[in-house]
């Protein structure tokens, strides 16, 4: 049985916050100041040029790759860190193009987050070959994989509700209509239990600075499945996804297996962070994460309808069927997150209309979800909600 | 006059060290330890999401961008950081092969650095549009610049010698050709002075973990002329460098000028190590740091030349032709540079027989340089070089 008590020891939280928040950007563990610190006094400091090879700086996007993919279901050496999630989504739907080179269409809904789709947009255009972003509502992605499909590119958990796709049966049926799937696990990794490769999935993507905790702007990961790592050419072929990148050649001859997704050189400071949080996750079962997930959830969703009822729910009421966030709907939702935050409830907005609050076992317990409740009906029964004065203010906030 | 006694100040250098490597990777700025420090504690330990705006993560990259700037001759709100040197070269050539749609050559030279020339070939092979690499030798680029050629791709200073290509000369020859050009600063950016502006050139790029002294994988920048940053289309169209990216639109739109070059969430440790290592430029005039490098590498030269006279400049004898670094060949120049290291003076290797050392005057001095000398003499001398047990030794090492 995981204890919860234990991991919230290892995070720094301010004094009076309830941070609701770390599905944005977890919070500071407290191990990672330490490990960053070191880093820079006794191996940039100390080693300089030798840390790429002595310190293991070179090898870190393999070796925290390995540490995600337990989190993820990922075998050993199929997930490599580096880059942004959007570097890394470009990666993957340009890869997984190329295994479907007859057909044109890019299937995605949207709740994906919408740089997936900007990105899918611009790799269209360069590619200048006629290929199509067809973004349906999420409900409406299994039926609409068909043998037109080359790619399925889906966020499992919608950035804005919680909504949770069923990645097994999506992809089977994605690979039963000739497609291959790309899964951005932004919202997912850390949230819930994944299973990678059970799931037969092709290729994942994700970041790790919401629930792994690994800092702002952390190193975002990329999975692919070893079916098809050593056949994809990679789009981005920088030097450390070379073969032999000190042999110093004129041509790119890409990297075996996962290697061949790096890029550039890795940024150390960043992945050492990330490193020492994903120490919070040692001894941590998935499935005590997700019970707990979901209890938090499920408190949270009862409490608010029982309390402020003015709020109308926007996440799957069932707990299986969502991620570890909850989102509740009001027109002036941006005025009442910003009267959150003022008093310590740090949850986050999403345009036009959505409050939007994570839920993190690993430092967040019932206690908090009760007493932020308090401070959202004390908030929402302040009749001023209702003037026309209020609502002018708070379009001015 | 810089005092450069001061600027030395500034580095923790490890006792017993002389770091001639500072053009792989600089030594750790004293500043950047507390920097780092301070941004986990107070800004993401205390702030939390918040840091984002509160803390001004988030224009991190164009506040930065600009300090970069000053020290290559460009106009405030023209560069921008992120990424990886790999990805902003993809960037930077993608959008240049755009502007001359008919032309089909991207020429450069054998003294690029490797990775350029990969990213050229993965993006040829991804556009799919016939375009042709053409590498020249570094001697040949001027005249190899005619009215076939769409794109000047190239290291202003080369990694292996040192030899400097004449930015201005070379883009007014492009320009002259119809082509456009993107220069790699890797090796310049903080080795000498660079006029990006006067020099009409139309993109650049560069990493800062070498003369910058950024620390390990630090962020990269890429540099677009105003007269091109609102004409391209960014072919990596990330969310941040989108228009409006909270509006959460589905559809993408650039941002205006050099914003468009961005793309995911900025790593913000490196960005906050990179801050307080750019601190070391204050005061420091590009002209006195030109005169001095130049003074360290004549007097290295000379020295070499006079005690070691085994070992073949392979650098420009004529300081105004080469960065800030010295080549010299011999067979076993790999044994060689491990020995140096061995004796605590570092510089290094490049296949398959260049040992190379960087000169850094904001905290390398005629002293270093001296001792540098003194024990490569003495390895020199040591009669085992000649003996075949030797070779046989070297070639395990």
């Given at each position: 049985m995981t204890d919860f008590s234990k991991t919230r020891?290892?995070?720094?939280?301010p004094e009076g916050v309830?941070?609701?928040?770390?599905?944005?950007?977890?919070?500071?563990?407290?191990?990672?100041?330490?490990?960053?610190?070191?880093?820079?006094?006794?191996?940039?400091?100390?080693?300089l040029i030798k840390g790429w090879n002595k310190a293991g700086w070179m090898m870190m996007p393999r070796r925290i790759g390995d540490r995600v993919g337990k989190l993820v279901g990922a075998a050993e050496g199929t997930i490599v860190m580096g880059d942004t999630l959007s570097i890394k989504v470009y990666q993957a739907l340009a890869s997984a193009i190329d295994l479907v080179p007859e057909r044109k269409v890019i299937l995605s809904d949207s709740g994906n987050f919408p740089s997936d789709l900007y990105i899918a947009q611009g790799l269209i255009?360069?590619?200048?070959?006629?290929?199509?972003l067809k973004i349906v509502e999420p409900e409406a992605v299994e039926a609409a994989i068909d043998e037109t499909v080359a790619v399925v590119m889906l966020t499992e958990v919608d950035y804005r509700t919680g909504r949770l796709h069923d990645m097994k049966a999506l992809t089977k049926k994605a690979h039963a209509a000739g497609a291959v799937t790309v899964w951005d696990l932004a919202h997912s990794a850390g949230a819930l239990p994944i299973d990678l490769s059970g799931a037969e999935a092709d290729f994942a993507v994700g970041?790790?600075?919401?629930?792994?905790?690994?800092?702002?702007?952390?190193?975002?990961?990329?999975?692919?499945?070893?079916?098809?790592?050593?056949?994809?050419?990679?789009?981005?072929?920088?030097?450390?996804?070379?073969?032999?990148?000190?042999a110093f050649d004129l041509d790119y001859r890409p990297g075996g297996g996962i290697d061949r997704m790096r890029v550039g050189t890795p940024p150390i400071l960043g992945l050492a962070a990330l490193d020492a949080a994903l120490d919070a996750w040692d001894g941590v079962e998935m499935a005590d994460l997700r019970r707990q997930s979901i209890k938090l959830c499920d408190l949270f969703i009862a409490e608010v309808e029982?309390?402020?009822?003015?709020?109308?729910?926007?996440?799957?009421?069932?707990?299986?069927?969502?991620?570890?966030?909850?989102?509740?709907l009001?027109?002036?939702?941006?005025?009442?997150?910003?009267?959150?935050?003022?008093?310590?409830?740090?949850?986050?907005?999403?345009?036009?209309?959505?409050?939007?609050?994570?839920?993190?076992?690993?430092?967040i317990g019932e206690n908090d979800v009760i007493r932020a409740v308090d401070i959202l009906e004390d908030i929402m029964s302040n009749s001023l909600w209702d003037t026309p004065e209020y609502k002018q203010r708070a379009l001015v906030t």
């Open positions: 020891s290892l995070f720094y939280l309830i941070y609701l928040d770390g599905n944005s950007l977890g919070p500071l563990p407290l191990s990672a100041k330490a490990r960053v610190a070191g880093l820079m006094t006794d191996e940039w400091g100390e080693l255009g360069s590619l200048g070959r006629g290929h199509e970041c790790t600075y919401k629930y792994l905790n690994g800092g702002p702007g952390a190193p975002a990961f990329i999975y692919v499945a070893p079916r098809h790592a050593d056949k994809i050419r990679p789009a981005l072929s920088g030097w450390l996804g070379h073969e032999a990148p000190f029982r309390r402020c009822p003015m709020l109308v729910l926007a996440s799957p009421r069932d707990g299986t069927k969502r991620g570890s966030q909850i989102s509740f009001h027109p002036q939702g941006y005025a009442i997150m910003q009267a959150l935050i003022a008093r310590g409830v740090i949850g986050d907005f999403r345009a036009p209309d959505a409050i939007r609050f994570g839920f993190t076992p690993l430092y």
